[in-house]
């Protein structure tokens, strides 16, 4: 059997965080100075991998899933050398590239031209290399126009088209692919999986972090689960992704009705429960969002409160929102319910994925990724006779209200 390109072996991260304490004086402050920093009272370690064993094989494409704070991004970052392990070892047989964030590895005072030849340089390249694929990197990038001009005037778009057609045309033996596809538009995220797909073909080893199961399912021949820095999951796409699935639906039974796990955001304000209502295709639903914060007088101002909802595959149905009905600067009580009325639910019978989300004043308060799984009963939404075409029966799907005549 062929040794991996890719070995990790007992591999774990840790960070060590200091809980905040209050002091009135400088003078208590100073006092305690030593004290606090001989004392482990006041520390706490944190885990943000533990245990992870993974071999990788040349052509191998590797999907990473989790909710946020599962471990994910960390993983990727100790394989880039942007950080490095505190216990374990990682083994690499040859050069990695990584699109790890919008712009990693580039000078923002050069311009996309010179960044070109400082990655492939920083990929060990030579410059006839790098001339070799030089057309085709930015042809496949479209931002053959501003060539010549420094990229920190680059949109975030335009950095992720350059920063990945770099990555993915220069020679490296590994290809590390974080999320950030998703700040791209559809068509180029198409063309990065086609094109994410021909560098497995041609023998490279892929690592690909994503929330849109369809992406994974599609790109991958293989995918580990990720939760509390902990691998729980390693073998076929449908599999570990359905595995995924089950994890979201038994743990949001267990926490007022959502997965609290990941959560992301200031916390100043929480969703604290959420009730999805008769959830019947073609019907009336009534969705209640229960928050709280620690204001206890002051208002919440300019609010913004969502949902998104999902099918199983992470294909977004549709959002409603709070800025889509009320005018600017919605204001709230510190703690209440926010009530949603959908007239005619336009969803299928099946399961469904739901993010749940809270701005204040523009800076995002409560976020929760993957926080439940509801499930929508059959109805009658069209005024035929069939609600879905036969086959199609308990499947998950945006339902659109239509009729039909003969001419």
């Known amino acids: 059997m062929t040794e991996p390109i890719i070995k990790i072996e007992n591999l774990g991260k840790k960070y060590i965080l200091r809980q905040k304490e209050k002091y009135i004086t400088l003078r208590d402050s100073l006092n305690n100075l030593i004290p606090n920093l001989l004392s482990k009272n006041n520390r706490e370690e944190f885990w943000a991998l533990k245990d992870i064993n993974v071999s990788l094989y040349d052509g191998d494409v590797l999907g990473i899933i989790g909710k946020n704070g ?113 700040v791209g538009d559809a068509e180029f995220q198409k063309r990065c999986l086609r094109k994410m797909g021909q560098v497995a073909k041609s023998g490279r ?49 267990k926490e007022n009705n959502i997965n609290t796990e990941g959560r992301k955001g200031t916390g100043l304000v929480k969703i604290d429960k ?24 002051d208002k919440l101002i300019n609010c913004r409160v969502a949902f998104a909802v999902k099918d199983l595959k992470y294909n977004l149905c549709f959002i409603c929102s709070t800025e889509m009905y009320f005018e600017d600067n919605l204001q709230l009580n510190p703690t209440g319910i926010l009530e949603c009325t959908i007239n005619k639910l336009p969803l299928g019978e099946g399961e469904y994925v739901v993010d749940l989300f809270f701005e204040e004043n523009n800076v995002v308060v409560d976020w929760l990724k993957d926080s439940m799984i509801i499930n929508v009963s059959a109805g009658k939404f069209h005024p035929g006779v069939r609600q879905v075409p036969k086959g199609h029966e308990g499947k998950a799907g945006t339902l659109v209200e239509h009729k039909w005549s003969t001419l």
């Open 205 to 253: 080893t892929v690592l690909f972090v994503s929330h849109n199961m369809q992406s994974i399912s599609d790109l991958c021949n293989r995918v580990i689960l990720l939760s509390e820095g902990k691998l729980i999951g390693d073998g076929k796409p449908q599999d570990i992704i359905s595995q995924y699935i089950d994890k979201i639906r038994n743990v949001a039974d």
């Open 274 to 297: 959420v009730e999805f209502d008769n959830l019947i295709s073609g019907e009336e639903a009534r969705i209640k969002m229960y928050y709280s914060s620690a204001k206890r007088n």
């Open 70 to 182: 599962s471990g994910k991004s960390t993983l990727l970052k100790i394989m880039s050398r942007i950080t490095y392990p505190s216990q374990g070892q990682l083994t690499i047989k040859g050069n990695v590239a990584s699109l790890l964030e919008v712009g990693t590895g580039f000078n923002p005072e050069l311009t996309g031209r010179e960044n070109i030849y400082l990655n492939g340089a920083i990929l060990g390249m030579k410059s006839i290399e790098i001339r070799k694929n030089f057309d085709e990197i930015v042809n496949f990038s479209g931002v053959e126009k501003f060539l010549d001009t420094p990229v920190k005037h680059y949109s975030s778009g335009m950095y992720v088209r350059l920063a990945f057609s770099i990555a993915a045309h220069l020679s490296s033996d590994v290809l590390l692919v974080d999320e950030v596809l998703a």
